[in-house]
Nanobody, 120 residues
């Protein structure tokens, strides 16, 4: 089994910054890909940023130039650095991974979510 634990959410004023982290643990052989999604009140979950094993990245147009996804392979941790935050960034942010377990199963796993609130 694989678990994802998120941290770093909170309340911040517009223009401020936050850094989210997501640590994977459990019976892991390899992390193939990791990403961040968010869900605002009354809206569907959307992709924010994704990082593939080969290092390629993908960002939603609304966060390009403001958010950066990165990974610490040794710690099995992915980060989302969020700068120049706007009230419309307010949402619950979820970490997601595609992982291979030590018995060679492929699992898609979601974190518990961390709330980011941006005030004006």
């Amino acid at each position: 089994q694989v678990q994802l634990v998120e941290s770093g959410g909170g309340l911040v004023q517009a223009g401020g910054s936050l850094r989210l982290s997501c640590a994977a643990s459990g019976s892991i052989f390899r992390i193939n890909a990791m990403g961040w999604y968010r869900q605002a009140p009354g809206k569907q979950r959307e992709l924010v940023a994704a990082l593939a094993t080969g290092g390629g990245t993908n960002y939603a147009d609304s966060v390009k130039g403001r958010f950066t996804i990165s990974r610490d392979t040794a710690k099995n941790t992915v980060y989302l650095q969020m700068n120049s935050l706007k009230p419309e960034d307010t949402a619950v942010y979820y970490c997601n991974t595609l992982a291979m377990t030590r018995d060679y199963s492929i699992l898609e796993v979601w974190g518990q979510g961390t709330l980011v609130t941006v005030s004006s």
